[in-house]
C-alpha cells in the first residue's frame, strides 16, 4: 500500500516531476543537479512508498502508468504553488504588483516624500498603494517588528537590534519669517531672537528639544507667543504676523514664495535634522520591500535631485 503523503520526501516529488516532463532519467538527473544513479535510486524509494512502478521503459523513453499520469494532475500544479511562494521573496514586478505598503511618517514627512513619490510610482507601479500612518515615535519599534508597518521614514530613534536604516536628507533648521517683516532684515541677533515673539512647535518636538538644548539657560528668555503642535500650520501663520520660527527648510525655495517667507541664519549652532527610512530585518530581504527602498533612496538620498547625504 501507498504510503501516507506526510512521509513523502518533497525533493521524489520534484524527481517525480522532472522524470515526467523529461521522459528520461538522464535528463531529469542533468535538470536537478544530480547523477543518472542518484535519480534512479531515488525514483526506486518513491515507486516502494507510492506501490507503483510510476515510470516504464518505452519506444518513447519513460512513460508514466496511469497512476503516475492521475497523480500529476495533483502533484505538478503544487509544486509550481510551492516554487511560486519561494520565489516571491527574490522577484518582484511592480507594474503587476497589488502590494500595499504601509509607511509611518509625520505630516511634514507627507509632504516632503509624497509630491514626488506618488507621481513616480504611478508611472512604474500603477496597482501598488501606500498608506501613510501618524504614529508616536515610541510605538514605531512594535509595529515594524509585528509586520503592522512596512517602513517608516522621518527623524527616528538610532537603529536598534535587528533594525536597519539609511540616510535619506540632512535638513538645516533656519529662522524663517515673512519676508516683509519691519525689523528683521537677513540677519538677527541672539538678543533680537530672544526677545521676539516667536511661534514654538512642542508636537512632536524634536526642533524645539534642540533649541532648547543649544540655548540652555537663555532658553527661558525666549518670548514664546504660540506653542502649536503641528509644523505645516506655521507657514501660514508667520505669513500674516510678525512672528518668527524656528523651521527645517522643507520644500525648498518653492515653498517659501507660496507664503512670501524667507529663512535667515539663526544666531546660534543647531544640528540639522537627518531624514531616513528605517525597517525591521524581517522586511530586509523582501524583494517588494528591497523596491520601495530603493525607490526612495534614489529619489530623494545621496546623488537625488533633493538628497544631500550618502547612506548609512
Keep these: 500500500m501507498p504510503q501516507p503523503a ?21 535528463a531529469a538527473g542533468q535538470r536537478l543537479g544530480i547523477t543518472q544513479s542518484a535519480v534512479s535510486h531515488s525514483l526506486n ?11 516504464v521503459r518505452t519506444t518513447r523513453g519513460m512513460q508514466p502508468t496511469a ?15 510551492i516554487q511560486e511562494g519561494v520565489d516571491q521573496q527574490t522577484r518582484f514586478d511592480p507594474a503587476a504588483s497589488k502590494r500595499v505598503f504601509r509607511v509611518l511618517m509625520t505630516d511634514v514627512a507627507e509632504m516632503l516624500f509624497f509630491p ?8 512604474l507601479a500603477p496597482g501598488i498603494s501606500v498608506r501613510a500612518t501618524p504614529m508616536d515615535r515610541s510605538l514605531y519599534r512594535e509595529a515594524l517588528e509585528s509586520g503592522e508597518a512596512d517602513l517608516a521614514i522621518g527623524r527616528l530613534p538610532p537603529a536598534q537590534r535587528d533594525f536597519h536604516q539609511q540616510l535619506l536628507l540632512d535638513i538645516p533648521l533656519r529662522c524663517m519669517l515673512r519676508r516683509a517683516h519691519p525689523t528683521v532684515g537677513d540677519r538677527i541677533s541672539m538678543k533680537a ?3 521676539h515673539p516667536q511661534i514654538a512647535v512642542s508636537e512632536p518636538g524634536q526642533v524645539e528639544g534642540l533649541v532648547r538644548r543649544a540655548l540652555g539657560r537663555r532658553a527661558a528668555q525666549r518670548h514664546i507667543a504660540l506653542d502649536v503642535t503641528h509644523y505645516l500650520v506655521v507657514p501660514a501663520i508667520l ?13 525648498g525655495p518653492q515653498a517659501l514664495r507660496q507664503y512670501d517667507l524667507k529663512d535667515i541664519p539663526l544666531p546660534f549652532k543647531l544640528p540639522s535634522i537627518q531624514v531616513v527610512q528605517f525597517w525591521h530585518e524581517r522586511s530586509h530581504l523582501d524583494a517588494g520591500h528591497q523596491w520601495l527602498r530603493r525607490t526612495i ?5 545621496s546623488g537625488a535631485p533633493g538628497g544631500n547625504r550618502t547612506h548609512i
Excluded: K, W
Design 45 to 55: 524509494r518513491l515507486r516502494r512508498q507510492l506501490a507503483d512502478p510510476l515510470f
Design 6 to 26: 506526510r512521509q513523502l520526501d518533497l525533493n521524489l516529488l520534484r524527481l517525480f516531476a522532472a522524470v515526467l516532463q523529461e521522459g528520461s532519467l538522464t
Design 193 to 195: 531672537f530672544l526677545s
Design 239 to 251: 505669513a500674516n504676523s510678525d512672528f518668527i520660527a524656528v523651521m527645517p527648510v522643507f520644500g
Design 67 to 81: 497512476y503516475a499520469r492521475e497523480l500529476s494532475q495533483s502533484i505538478l500544479p503544487a509544486l509550481a504553488l
Design 297 to 301: 533612496a534614489d529619489l530623494f538620498g
Design 116 to 123: 514626488r513619490l506618488m507621481p513616480h510610482l504611478s508611472r
